[in-house]
């Protein structure tokens, strides 16, 4: 059953396959978001001109304007989502879209229940902050869809605060501060519990990032944000 919350939500899909963008439209509408079907950059963005849009869904390799070219104009404009579609061979795409604005990437071939859940996710974001993505400031850290607000000290993930504990707050603080900087097990005991750390630090902090993860991510089993780069440590992935 579709959410109450869709409100008719417009979504735009934009891919040069025919089937594509009929296949997530059926999944689209069946969750209760209307539909705007694109199949080039250049009519994405003139229909953008003619129609209000919450959240778009962009594939990147596609004839008349790429999806990347795309990406750039609609930007210099437009505050909303946009999710992009990436081919697994097209990792370089996927950095680029991120780099120039795009605020989330789904790999082809898409699994339905998580492209589903990453739209969800960023609508409840949009209109938690009133149609306007946050922006960061001093009292507040934001790396996508997560907002860390040190004055308040809450998180909020996609909109909507989660409960974390004093230390997975501060592990958490410590990541975000630090985006793309691997910290060992070590590094993050003795940053959050000011102690020397020993051999048993590292099951304590993995622990602690198990809960974190379970909070804060999609798919815990996929993180997105907190990564381990094995036989180092942790970090926190940038968007």
Not at 61 to 77: D, F, V, Y
Not at 211 to 223: G, L, N, T
């Amino acid at each position: 059953m579709a959410e109450e919350m869709n409100m008719g939500e417009v979504v735009m899909v934009v891919d040069d396959n025919k089937e594509i963008v009929y296949s997530i439209s059926e999944l689209l509408k069946y969750e209760g978001y209307r539909v705007i079907p694109a199949y080039d950059g250049m009519e994405a963005l003139n229909l953008l001109e003619q129609n209000p849009v919450d959240l778009i869904l962009l594939d990147v390799m596609m004839p008349r304007l790429n999806g990347l070219s795309a990406l750039m104009k609609l930007r210099e404009k437009y505050r909303i989502p946009v999710i992009i579609l990436s081919a697994k061979t097209e990792e370089s795409d996927k950095v680029s879209g991120l780099v120039l604005g795009a605020d989330d990437y789904v790999e082809k071939p898409y699994n339905p229940a998580e492209l589903m859940a990453r739209v969800k996710a960023h609508l409840r974001r949009y209109r938690a902050w009133g149609g306007e993505l946050p922006k960061e400031n001093d009292d507040q850290i934001i790396n996508g869809g997560l907002v860390l607000d040190k004055k308040q000290r809450i998180v909020l993930v996609e909109g909507e605060e989660v409960r974390l504990t004093a230390t997975e707050y501060k592990i958490l603080e410590l990541l975000m501060e630090h985006p793309g900087q691997v910290f060992s097990s070590e590094q993050i005991y003795e940053n959050v519990w000011q102690e020397s750390a020993n051999y048993t630090v590292e099951n304590t902090v993995m622990v602690h990032i198990r809960h974190i993860r379970e909070k804060i991510e999609i798919d815990a089993k996929k993180p997105r944000y907190v990564k381990v780069v094995w036989g180092i440590g942790y970090k926190m992935e940038k968007y």
